[in-house]
Protein backbone atom coordinates (compact mmCIF):
# COMPACT_ATOMS: atom_id res chain seq x y z
CA UNK A 1 0.00 0.00 0.00
CA UNK A 2 1.44 3.67 -1.36
CA UNK A 3 1.72 5.30 2.43
CA UNK A 4 3.29 8.36 3.35
CA UNK A 5 5.12 8.59 7.02
CA UNK A 6 6.47 11.46 9.18
CA UNK A 7 10.45 11.68 9.83
CA UNK A 8 12.76 13.64 12.25
CA UNK A 9 16.69 13.72 11.46
CA UNK A 10 16.73 14.60 15.53
CA UNK A 11 19.94 17.17 16.79
CA UNK A 12 22.72 15.30 17.30
CA UNK A 13 22.24 13.90 13.50
CA UNK A 14 22.10 17.10 12.08
CA UNK A 15 24.95 18.61 14.29
CA UNK A 16 27.33 16.09 13.00
CA UNK A 17 26.45 16.07 9.74
CA UNK A 18 24.73 13.35 8.81
CA UNK A 19 21.58 14.90 7.72
CA UNK A 20 22.63 13.67 3.82
CA UNK A 21 23.47 9.92 4.45
CA UNK A 22 20.66 9.43 6.65
CA UNK A 23 18.44 10.74 3.65
CA UNK A 24 20.66 8.55 1.19
CA UNK A 25 19.42 5.68 3.56
CA UNK A 26 15.38 6.42 2.77
CA UNK A 27 16.01 7.12 -0.72
CA UNK A 28 18.26 4.00 -1.26
CA UNK A 29 15.34 1.50 0.20
CA UNK A 30 12.22 3.46 -1.66
CA UNK A 31 11.22 6.11 -0.03
CA UNK A 32 10.91 9.25 -1.49
CA UNK A 33 10.97 12.41 0.35
CA UNK A 34 7.53 14.41 -0.31
CA UNK A 35 8.19 17.13 2.20
CA UNK A 36 11.42 19.00 4.12
CA UNK A 37 12.37 21.78 6.41
CA UNK A 38 14.74 22.33 9.07
CA UNK A 39 13.66 24.06 11.97
CA UNK A 40 14.49 24.21 15.92
CA UNK A 41 11.40 23.34 18.25
CA UNK A 42 10.08 25.31 20.36
CA UNK A 43 9.51 24.09 24.46
CA UNK A 44 6.15 24.16 23.43
CA UNK A 45 6.15 22.53 20.24
CA UNK A 46 7.85 19.92 21.68
CA UNK A 47 6.03 19.04 24.74
CA UNK A 48 3.44 19.11 22.07
CA UNK A 49 4.46 16.43 19.70
CA UNK A 50 5.48 13.92 22.48
CA UNK A 51 2.47 14.31 24.68
CA UNK A 52 1.64 10.29 24.55
CA UNK A 53 5.20 10.56 26.68
CA UNK A 54 4.03 12.64 29.49
CA UNK A 55 4.61 11.68 32.88
CA UNK A 56 7.18 9.25 31.78
CA UNK A 57 10.97 9.39 33.11
CA UNK A 58 12.49 10.05 29.98
CA UNK A 59 9.76 12.59 28.61
CA UNK A 60 12.25 15.89 30.21
CA UNK A 61 15.11 15.06 29.34
CA UNK A 62 13.84 14.21 25.47
CA UNK A 63 12.32 17.57 25.51
CA UNK A 64 15.21 19.35 26.11
CA UNK A 65 17.17 17.32 23.57
CA UNK A 66 14.69 17.60 21.03
CA UNK A 67 15.40 21.48 21.10
CA UNK A 68 18.97 21.91 21.65
CA UNK A 69 19.37 22.10 18.26
CA UNK A 70 17.83 21.97 14.60
CA UNK A 71 16.46 19.06 13.18
CA UNK A 72 15.10 17.97 9.87
CA UNK A 73 11.20 16.87 9.52
CA UNK A 74 10.31 15.19 6.26
CA UNK A 75 7.18 13.12 4.83
CA UNK A 76 8.31 9.94 3.12
CA UNK A 77 6.53 8.52 0.47
CA UNK A 78 6.45 5.01 -0.80
CA UNK A 79 4.94 1.47 -0.30
CA UNK A 80 4.40 0.20 3.24
CA UNK A 81 6.69 3.84 4.27
CA UNK A 82 5.18 3.45 8.14
CA UNK A 83 7.04 0.13 8.85
CA UNK A 84 9.63 0.58 6.15
CA UNK A 85 10.94 3.67 7.42
CA UNK A 86 11.06 1.81 11.26
CA UNK A 87 12.87 -1.45 9.81
CA UNK A 88 15.63 1.50 8.24
CA UNK A 89 15.92 3.33 11.44
CA UNK A 90 15.98 0.16 13.61
CA UNK A 91 15.38 -0.09 17.32
CA UNK A 92 15.28 2.90 20.21
CA UNK A 93 17.96 1.48 21.84
CA UNK A 94 20.98 1.22 19.67
CA UNK A 95 22.73 -1.65 21.25
CA UNK A 96 19.60 -3.55 20.26
CA UNK A 97 19.28 -2.39 16.81
CA UNK A 98 20.28 -4.65 13.73
CA UNK A 99 23.16 -4.16 12.02
CA UNK A 100 23.10 -1.81 8.98
CA UNK A 101 20.24 0.23 10.50
CA UNK A 102 20.20 3.85 10.74
CA UNK A 103 20.26 3.69 14.76
CA UNK A 104 22.62 1.04 14.96
CA UNK A 105 25.32 3.31 12.96
CA UNK A 106 24.53 6.65 14.34
CA UNK A 107 23.03 6.71 17.11
CA UNK A 108 24.77 7.95 20.36
CA UNK A 109 22.44 6.45 23.19
CA UNK A 110 18.59 5.27 23.42
CA UNK A 111 17.72 8.77 23.62
CA UNK A 112 20.10 10.66 20.86
CA UNK A 113 19.21 8.56 18.52
CA UNK A 114 19.64 10.09 15.08
CA UNK A 115 15.98 9.71 13.81
CA UNK A 116 11.93 9.60 14.54
CA UNK A 117 9.18 7.91 12.61
CA UNK A 118 5.57 7.70 12.73
CA UNK A 119 4.74 4.27 14.58
CA UNK A 120 0.91 3.69 12.45
CA UNK A 121 -1.49 5.13 10.35
CA UNK A 122 -2.56 7.23 13.10
CA UNK A 123 0.77 8.69 14.41
CA UNK A 124 1.61 9.44 10.70
CA UNK A 125 -1.35 11.27 10.11
CA UNK A 126 -0.87 13.31 13.55
CA UNK A 127 2.84 13.94 13.34
CA UNK A 128 2.59 14.88 9.24
CA UNK A 129 -0.41 17.48 10.18
CA UNK A 130 1.97 19.18 13.24
CA UNK A 131 4.15 19.94 10.88
CA UNK A 132 2.95 20.78 7.42
CA UNK A 133 -0.02 21.53 5.63
CA UNK A 134 -1.33 19.27 2.76
CA UNK A 135 -0.50 22.19 0.47
CA UNK A 136 3.50 21.34 1.22
CA UNK A 137 3.42 17.89 0.08
CA UNK A 138 4.42 17.04 -3.65
CA UNK A 139 2.68 13.48 -3.84
CA UNK A 140 1.94 14.25 -7.68
P1 LIG B 1 10.63 7.77 17.95
O1 LIG B 1 9.26 8.01 18.54
O2 LIG B 1 11.61 8.89 18.20
O3 LIG B 1 10.60 7.33 16.53
O4 LIG B 1 11.28 6.53 18.69
P2 LIG B 1 10.61 5.21 19.18
O5 LIG B 1 9.20 5.12 18.71
O6 LIG B 1 11.57 4.13 18.81
O7 LIG B 1 10.65 5.43 20.75
P3 LIG B 1 9.53 5.97 21.76
O8 LIG B 1 9.26 4.90 22.74
O9 LIG B 1 8.37 6.56 21.01
O10 LIG B 1 10.32 7.12 22.50
C1 LIG B 1 10.47 8.37 21.89
C2 LIG B 1 11.88 8.84 22.04
O11 LIG B 1 12.16 9.08 23.43
C3 LIG B 1 13.52 8.79 23.69
N1 LIG B 1 13.59 7.74 24.70
N2 LIG B 1 14.44 7.74 25.68
N3 LIG B 1 14.49 5.25 28.31
C4 LIG B 1 14.94 6.28 27.60
O12 LIG B 1 15.91 6.90 27.92
C5 LIG B 1 14.19 6.64 26.40
N4 LIG B 1 13.19 5.97 25.88
C6 LIG B 1 12.81 6.67 24.80
C7 LIG B 1 14.16 8.36 22.38
O13 LIG B 1 14.71 9.50 21.76
C8 LIG B 1 12.96 7.82 21.64
O14 LIG B 1 13.23 7.80 20.26
MG1 LIG C 1 7.72 6.64 19.02
Redesign the pocket.
Given at each position: MLETTFS?I?PDAVSRNLTGQIISRFEAQGLKVVASKMLQLTQAQAEGF?A??KG???YE??VA?MISGPIVVQVLAGENAIALN?QI?G???PEKADMGTIRKDFAL?????S?????SPASAAREISYFFSQTELCLR
Open positions: IKYEHRDFPLYRMATNNMRENVHGSD
